[in-house]
């Protein structure tokens, strides 16, 4: 069972370290720590992907900022609470890593297999030059009762053929994580550069499973 519950969330990426590691919690006695990761875009732009390791697959004493990694593992969600509300956090939650000696082309950089269910109705738009642009939100299983909720966005026919799902259906995603800046208003006086990540899509299915 943890198995195809694992099946659903794969995400691999290739790229730079450029960070230390940070601790983040601990479990049973085990620590886990997160590092950011530059991966290459097509565009030659960088996503600067959080990545959560275990103290056990690397040693998080070291500094490998400027060496190449891959790692595989799933997209995780979690829930924390800040200024009375809930925000979403997202990482790579790493299985296995390895370094590499240089990056790789970027269209291997980057992929993540999604399979879950429309939990919130999608949005659709269209930009200023017409271009189409739907957001989801896909909840994923994980063992134990839990799920991760992941936002999605889609473009053009994609776009279009997203904005008809019904909450409840069930999809498969294919895309690539991608990072985004954006400016948050803390006070009248205060603003804040935060970092929100997403799911690029670039193709997706819908099962004929749902679940409501």
Known sequence: MSDKIIENNQVTIMGEVASAFTFSHE???EGFYMVDVLVKRLSNSDDRIPLMISERLIDVREDYTGQHIMA???FRSYNRHE???NRLVLSVFVREVTFIDE???GSKTNSILLEGYICKAPIYRKTPLGREIADLLLAVNRPYGKSDYIPCICWGRNARYASSFEVGEHVQILGRIQSRDYVKKISETETET???YEVSVSKLECMEESFV
């Open 27 to 29: 479990v049973f006695g």
């Open 83 to 85: 200024e009375q509300k």
């Open 103 to 105: 990056e790789m082309d």
């Open 194 to 196: 935060r970092t929100a």
């Open 72 to 74: 595989s593992g799933q």
